[in-house]
């Protein structure tokens, strides 16, 4: 039921050369849990226009999330966010739906190394192949399990999931509002219908504890598309039949 639902807003990020880092599109962030029918939000205010430290963020969104019974609803910045929240976390399958699998070598907390802090099994759906390279070659040293969509039905996941859904794991034209378009890094090719049937696959008879949107940036929606919302809506419609 949607009053289980809280939200937590952190505005995503984008860098400019002019004003350094800066937030965009609370209101567009607002709608979206408007629409979906949350009414609880907790927003994150920035102090100034730098990069909050990324850990610390994080362990600020655990706490919040784990504050009570409700499953939590974060929108915006990076999976970073992620990684604190659920209580018993051990007990946790944590999905990410992702163009790239963040766990990277290095020994500070960073949202290319985030996974490697957290606690429970983290699966990525979405990562192309030549990480997938990267695996079998033991090159990347870093604890996410990458799973290929063909996969997912054979997994015996635990009983309690949270999900979490970065919008590069789309293509541009379906998703150009998202951080990955940017900075232009890559993204990937998975379609909305295949994110959804996977992830209404994975949860059925479990118990989803809470899901993260991940590198929404608003202002790139309406940048080269004449849909002024195509990402939000999409969001939108992904999340309706989850929550």
């Not at 949270?162 to 998202?178: Q, R």
Request: charged share 30%; glycine share 6%.
């Amino acid at each position: 039921m949607i009053e289980d639902w809280k939200g937590i807003l952190i505005p995503c990020t984008i860098y400019n050369r002019s004003i350094g880092y800066f937030k965009d599109g609370v209101d567009v962030y607002r709608k979206i849990f408007k629409k979906l029918g949350i009414t609880r939000v907790v927003e994150w205010e920035f102090k100034n226009k730098e990069e909050e430290d990324l850990e610390k963020l994080a362990r600020a969104v655990g706490t919040i999330s784990n504050s009570d019974n409700k499953k939590s609803l974060i929108i915006g910045m990076d999976h970073s966010l992620t990684a604190f929240t659920g209580k018993n976390p051990e007990s946790i399958d944590y999905i990410f739906f992702d163009a790239h699998s963040d766990d990277g070598w290095k020994d500070v907390f960073s949202c290319g190394s985030f996974v490697n802090f957290m606690k429970g099994d983290c699966y990525f759906i979405g990562v192309d192949e030549v990480r997938f390279k990267w695996k079998a070659e033991r090159i990347d040293t870093g604890k996410s399990i990458l799973l290929r969509p063909r996969e997912i039905a054979k997994k015996q996941f635990k009983k309690r999931i949270f999900l979490s859904l970065d919008m590069d794991v789309f293509p541009i034209d379906i998703t150009p509002a998202n951080r990955a378009n940017a900075y232009q890094w890559g993204c990937g090719e998975m379609s909305p219908q295949q994110v959804k049937d996977i992830s209404l696959n994975i949860i059925e008879g479990k118990e989803l504890i809470g899901i993260n949107v991940a590198e929404y940036v608003p202002c790139w929606d309406h940048k080269d598309t004449e849909k002024p919302h195509q990402t939000a809506d999409l969001i939108v419609d992904l999340l309706t039949p989850l929550l």
